[in-house]
């Protein structure tokens, strides 16, 4: 599937997000523990804006977090009201911006706002996109019945299942390991 290269972008990061929820993560544990994870998960990203990295901020993400893991557990019509809340609560207005080496995309934030608030509005334009074009059910959690994880499926035939190559590799183990008992 084809979105615009800013779309693509937030997709991943929410899925990265997502998954360092500690049922998510490969250890079990938060992987976002504190302030200085956050800020390396922000800079692998490539956020800009206003961080004010401390714990306040980061309680807000994680806040932020557990919302966009429930979007993936909701239906299309269900998500659409979520989208447009995030809109109006933020009263967010979509403008294109070029900063930094990137090329036009949307902000509907100043960059001073609170990162939790840019992060709700910036996955909102992202799945503004997604919604529009029909394509919401790309969004899925993992079919690994032990993981929960998250992913966005961008690929061409819609065909991923797993949030990652680990979960995939464990689920064929185990299906290989039945075959052979049989």
């Not at 930094?100 to 996109?129: I, K, Q, S, Y």
């Amino acid at each position: 599937m084809h979105f615009a290269p800013d779309t693509t972008e937030t997709l991943e990061f929410v899925v990265a997000l997502v998954n360092t929820a500690p049922g998510a993560t490969r250890s079990g544990e938060d992987g976002l523990p504190d302030p200085a994870a956050l800020t390396a998960l922000l800079d692998e990203y490539r956020y800009s804006g206003r961080f004010d990295r401390d714990p306040a901020e980061l309680a807000e993400v994680l806040d932020a977090r557990d919302l966009f893991r429930r979007l993936f557990a909701l239906d299309r019509g269900d998500a659409v009201a979520l989208v447009n809340r995030l809109l109006r609560d933020a009263s967010a207005l979509p403008q294109l911006v070029r900063h930094d080496e990137f090329d036009w995309h949307l902000h509907a934030t100043e960059p001073t706002a609170p990162l939790a608030e840019r992060m709700r509005v910036e996955v909102a334009l992202a799945l503004v996109d997604v919604l529009r074009t029909d394509e919401f059910d790309r969004l899925r959690e993992c079919a690994a019945p032990d993981c929960e994880g998250v992913l966005a499926d961008l690929s061409r035939n819609s065909s991923k299942r797993f949030c990652s190559v680990r979960c995939g590799n464990r689920m064929n183990m185990v299906a290989f390991r039945a075959r052979a008992a049989d």
